[in-house]
Structure formats: structure tokens, C-alpha cells
């Protein structure tokens, strides 16, 4: 985390070619319905969030990642 009295910096922009693969979305997905799965718990205990937006948030990332495995699993299939 940032330390006190530190500004945070914004994010350089993204690459003029910034489109990945379907595995590295898939990836990244995946990942951040982790940390999702391991923060919101708290993030709701100490009210940074409501229940019904990380129910929301998690379910909408968990359809994402459900599109992703299956455009993945169809890529794969007719690479074949």
C-alpha cells in the first residue's frame, strides 16, 4: 500500500497495441476473482463496500470469466 503522505501516481496510458490474447484475459480475470474472493469479505466488514455491490461486482466478474473459458475452450477446439 501506499505509504503516508504519499501521492499515488496515475498509470502511464496503454500501449497503442494493448489487445491480448483470450488466455491472458482469462488469466487476469481469473486472478482478480481472487483477490476479489479474498478482499470484499473485509472491504464489507469495514464498510468500503455493501454486500449487494460485491455480490454484484463478483458475479459480473464471474460471468466474465465464464465467456472467457468458453471463448478459450472454442478457440482451442478448432485449432485442432
Known sequence: ????????QPL????????RSVEEALS????????????YPRWVTEGKL???DARDR?????AAVEYLQRAFD???ATET
Open 12 to 19: 502511464p496510458p496503454p500501449a497503442v497495441s494493448c489487445l
Open 58 to 62: 463478483m458475479d459480473r466478474l464471474g
Open 1 to 8: 500500500m501506499n505509504e503516508p503522505g504519499l501521492v499515488p
Open 50 to 52: 455493501t454486500s449487494v
Open 28 to 39: 487476469e480475470c481469473q486472478r482478480e476473482l481472487q483477490v476479489r474472493t479474498r478482499c
Open 74 to 76: 472454442l478457440q482451442a
